[in-house]
C-alpha cells in the first residue's frame, strides 16, 4: 500500500515535471498578457508615464457610442473575411480541380501557385503597392483599359477590393493544396461509377465529388475564416488603413490605437472585444458546419 | 473516337488556360526580381518588362546597407530558438499528458491548448509591458523563447493527437528493460514521433520565419536585433521613391523562402496540409 502511494507520487512528480515548462511558457506568454487585457480595458493609461487610472467601463461605453471607429472596423473585418473567405475557397477549388488532371508539368503549377504563401505577407503587401501605382500606370499607357487607370488605393470603395484581392492572392496556394489532397483522397472506383452509370462531368461534380469532398471544404473554410480575421500585415504595408480609415481592421484599430496614439487602456478594451468577436464568430461557423457535415 | 478526340482538345484547352492563368498568377513575383535588377530609370519608365541593362548595384547596395548577413543569422538564430523548445516543450508535455490519462492531466492538457482561442492582438500591447519586466524585449534569444509560449498550444495539440497511435506496449516493455521515463522518451517516443515533428516544424518554421507584429513589438528599435522583414519594412518605408533600391530588398528577403521551397516542395507541401488537418 505504501509502496503503490509512494510510486504514485514519484510518477506525479515526473507529471509536473514533464509539463510544467509548456504550462509555465503558456501562462506567462499568454494568460498574463490576456489578464492583464482585461484589467487595462477598464483603465485610462497611456503606457509608460503614469498609472492607469481606473474607469470602469468607460472606454467600452465610448466604443459603441458613435464617436469612435470601432464599429467601423468590425464591419469592415466582417467584410474583408466574407470576400477572403468566397474568394479563396471558390477560386482554389477550381484550380484544384483543374490541377489534379493528369500532365506533365501538373506539380510545377502546384508549386507556382504556392509560392506567394510562403512569402512574408509584409512583402506581398509592397509587392502589390508598387503594381497598383507603377505597374498599372505603364500597362494602362500600353492597353489603354480604363481599369487600370483607377485608384486602386487612393479612393476608399477600391481600396477595400485591392486589400482583399491581395489577401487573396497570396493565400490561395494554401487552399488549393488542401483541396488537392481532399480530391485525392476520393476513391477512383467511386468516380467511374459515375461516369458508367451515365453521369455528366458536371453531375459528377457536384453531386459526388462535392460531398466527399466535405472535410476538406469545412477545414479551408475554417482557416480562411481564422485568417480573415486576422488580417494585418498586408493592410499596413498596402495602404496603412487608409485612405482615412477605409482600410482599418479591427487589428489595425487595436496596434493604432495602443501604439500610435497611446491609449493603452482603450487598445486593451477593443482587443477584449476583438477577442470576443472572434470567439463567437468562429464557435458559431464551428457548430454550423458540424451540423451540416453529418446531414452529408 | 469522336467522344475521345473531344476529350483531348478539352484538356489541351484546359492546360492552356492553366499555363496563362499560373504565368500571370506569378507574375508580381517574377516583376519583383526583374526590378531588382534595374537601374533606378528603367524601374520607373518601364515597370514590367525585363531588365534591358540587367546591374547587380542594387543588390550590393541594399545587401550592404541593412548588413544582409547579420539580418538572416538574426532569422536563422530566432527561427532555430523557437523551434527547438517549441518541439521540445510540447512533445514532452503530449507525451506524458497522453500516457497518464486522468482528470488532472486533461484539465492540464486543457490550459495548455485553450490558448489557441486568443488572437494575438488581444495580448499583444499588455504582452510588451509582460516581456519588458521579464526582460525578454530588445532581445533575439528573448524573441526566440517568446515563440514557445505561442507555439506550444497548436504544437501540443497535434503531438496530443499523434501520441494515440504510438501504441502503449512500447512504453512498457522499455520499463521492463530498466528505462526510467525520460529515457523512453528520448530514445523511443521520440525518435517515433518524427513525421509530426516534421509537420510542426514545417508550420512553425514558415510562421517564425516570415512573423512580422511580434518581431514589430519586441526588436525593432536596434538594427542588431532587426529580422529580415522588419528591415525590409523600415528600409521600404525609407526608400520611399528608391524603387529599384526596395525591389532589391523585398527580393532579398523573400528569397531564402524560395529556395527552400523549391529545394523541398514535396516535403512543405506535405507538412502543411497535415498541419491543416490536423490543426
Known sequence: MLKTSKRKRKEWIETLCFTIPALALVTIMMYIPFVMSGYYSLTEWNGIAKDPVFIGLENFRKLFSGGSIFVGTLWFTIKYTLFFIVFSNVIALALAVALTKKFRLANVYRGLFFIPYIMSMTIVGFIWKFIFTKGFEKLFDITQFGFLNFSWLGDPNFAFYSVAFVGVWQALGFYIVLYIAGLQAIPGDVLEAAVVDGATSRQTFFKVTLPLLGPSITTCIFMSLT?????????????????????????????????????????????????????????LVLKVMSRREVDL | MGMKKKAATCKTALIVI?????????????????????????????????????????????????????????????????????????????????????????????????????????????????????????????????????????????????????????????????????????SIIFPLLKSVTFTVIVLDVMWIWNDFLLPLLMVNSSNKTKTLVLAAYTFVGQMNTKWQYAMAAMALTVLPSIIIFIVLQKYIVEGVVAGAVKG
Request: charged residues 15%; proline residues 4%.
Open chain 2, 18 to 186: 492553366l499555363t496563362l492563368l499560373a504565368l500571370i498568377y506569378i507574375y508580381p513575383v517574377f516583376l519583383m526580381f526583374m526590378n531588382a535588377f534595374k537601374p533606378f530609370g528603367e524601374v520607373v519608365s518601364d515597370p514590367i518588362a525585363l531588365p534591358k541593362e540587367p546591374t547587380f548595384e542594387n543588390i550590393t547596395y541594399v545587401v550592404k546597407k541593412i548588413h544582409y548577413g547579420r539580418l538572416f543569422f538574426n532569422n536563422v538564430m530566432i527561427t532555430v530558438i523557437g523551434i527547438v523548445g517549441i518541439v521540445f516543450f510540447s512533445s514532452l508535455a503530449a507525451y506524458i499528458l497522453d500516457r497518464r490519462r486522468n482528470r488532472y492531466t486533461a484539465m492540464i492538457y486543457t490550459l495548455i491548448i485553450t490558448p489557441m482561442l486568443i488572437p494575438f492582438q488581444t495580448i499583444m500591447i499588455t504582452l510588451l509591458k509582460a516581456m519588458n519586466v521579464i526582460h525578454l524585449d530588445q532581445s533575439r534569444v528573448g524573441l526566440g523563447i517568446q515563440y514557445w509560449g505561442f507555439g506550444i498550444p497548436m504544437a501540443t495539440f497535434i503531438f496530443y493527437n499523434f501520441m494515440n497511435t504510438i501504441p502503449k506496449e512500447i512504453d512498457e516493455s522499455a520499463k521492463i528493460d530498466g528505462a526510467s521515463t525520460w529515457r523512453t522518451y528520448v
Open chain 1, 227 to 283: 485568417n480573415g480575421l486576422k488580417v494585418f500585415d498586408i493592410i499596413l504595408a498596402l495602404t496603412k488603413g487608409g485612405p482615412g480609415t477605409a482600410t482599418y481592421s479591427t487589428t489595425m484599430q487595436i496596434y493604432q490605437e495602443a501604439f500610435t496614439n497611446n491609449n493603452y487602456g482603450m487598445g486593451s478594451a477593443e482587443a477584449i472585444i476583438y477577442f470576443i468577436f472572434v470567439l463567437i464568430t468562429t464557435q
